[in-house]
Nanobody, 113 residues
Framework: EVQLVESGGGLVQPGGSLRLSCAASGLMVSKYDMRWIRQAPGKGLEWVSTMYGGGADGTHYADSVKGRFTISRDNAKNTLYLQMNSLKTEDTAVYYC?????RGQGTQVTVSS
């Protein structure tokens, strides 16, 4: 059974930073394409970033976060990360990690002064 557990969300002022974590079990984050997606209040799901696995090892970002967010993983900890810098109010959302067709419970990120 795949389990993905996100953490690291919170309240931050515009311009601030947060690092989200996604601890995985039942799959190896290095072997599968792993993604961060988000859902802002009253809106649909939005893809944020992908880290390719299985030897591909590339990354891809939505234009809205490119240059501000960095996706990474720690294979030893089997954990996916999303470093978020220069946060904007429009980044407010519940952030989820996904992999192998599964999704975690999400972590709330609120950017507000």
């Amino acid at each position: 059974e795949v389990q993905l557990v996100e953490s690291g969300g919170g309240l931050v002022q515009p311009g601030g930073s947060l690092r989200l974590s996604c601890a995985a079990s039942g799959l190896m984050v290095s072997k599968y394409d792993m993604r961060w997606i988000r859902q802002a209040p009253g809106k649909g799901l939005e893809w944020v970033s992908t880290m390719y696995g299985g030897g591909a090892d590339g990354t891809h970002y939505a234009d809205s976060v490119k240059g501000r967010f960095t996706i990474s993983r720690d294979n030893a900890k089997n954990t996916l990360y999303l470093q978020m810098n220069s946060l904007k109010t429009e980044d407010t959302a519940v952030y989820y990690c996904t992999g192998m067709g599964s999704r975690g419970q999400g972590t709330q990120v609120t950017v507000s002064s």
